[in-house]
């Protein structure tokens, strides 16, 4: 497969961004917080085209404490956002948030880059950090799912031990919906971009196996960890 990548101009980016706008009108017109969703949404413009200017750079860094610190503000941005659901308790849990993913989702990071792609050097920029992002962003989401379904567990007045279980298992459904539906439904982020680049699909199968067992297993421990150390916070 020699086909190289499609390049879209800015242009025909717009094309796709007119139905998202679109979106956006009709929770206007249905009065549903349209400013959130329009703020949300051009966030999202801002931040990606800052960051493909900045990952031009961090990809050729050969700084490994630069890298470091990367992580670890990643890792306090995920704990935020997180909590996002729950802004009466944010900074009393951001600790718990912060702990849960810096080892639910740092283990297999740690797992995936040094054992399985074994990089070298260790915290290569152009693996590590996208691979980083994936883990992180998982964890965050586990997370804000199993908060916000913990808080609504405990005003229900159901006992913590239950509550926790109730949450855990909702943390869990968009994973769990993802992993009964790729391959038959879609073809996730990795695998896509990889084909789209040209890379024979059994190797992209192998890494979306070992991305979809990475973002499991983070969504899992992260959410179960954060239950666990954060009772009666």
Not at 57 to 81: G, K, P, Q, R, V
Not at 180 to 204: C, D, E, F, R
């Amino acid at each position: 497969m020699n086909e190289t990548i499609t390049f879209i101009t800015y242009e025909e980016l717009s094309i796709i961004i007119a139905p998202a706008i679109c979106v956006i009108f009709i929770l206007y017109y249905w009065n549903l917080e349209w400013k959130n969703y329009m703020y949300a949404f051009s966030r999202m413009l801002i931040q990606l085209l800052l960051i493909g200017y900045c990952l031009s750079y961090i990809f050729l860094a050969e700084n490994s404490l630069l890298i470091l610190l990367i992580l670890l503000t990643m890792i306090f941005l995920a704990s935020w956002i997180s909590l996002g659901i729950i802004p009466e308790n944010r900074l009393k849990l951001l600790k718990f948030a912060f702990i849960a993913i810096i080892i639910g989702g740092g283990l297999n990071l740690v797992l995936v880059t040094q054992f399985i792609l074994k990089l070298d050097p260790w915290y290569m920029p152009r693996y590590m950090i996208p691979l980083a992002g994936m883990v992180f962003a998982s964890s965050m989401n586990g997370i804000s799912l199993a908060a916000e379904r913990l808080r609504a567990e405990l005003e229900r007045n159901i006992k913590y031990k239950k509550a926790k279980v109730i949450a855990l298992k909702a943390a869990l459904i968009p994973i769990t919906n993802s992993l009964l539906a790729v391959g038959l439904v879609s073809l996730p982020g990795m695998m896509t971009g990889q084909i789209l680049s040209g890379v024979s699909p059994h190797i992209a199968v192998r890494y979306q196996i070992m991305v979809m067992c990475m973002i499991f297993s983070s969504v899992g421990l992260s959410s179960y960890l954060f239950l666990m150390i954060a009772k009666n916070k």
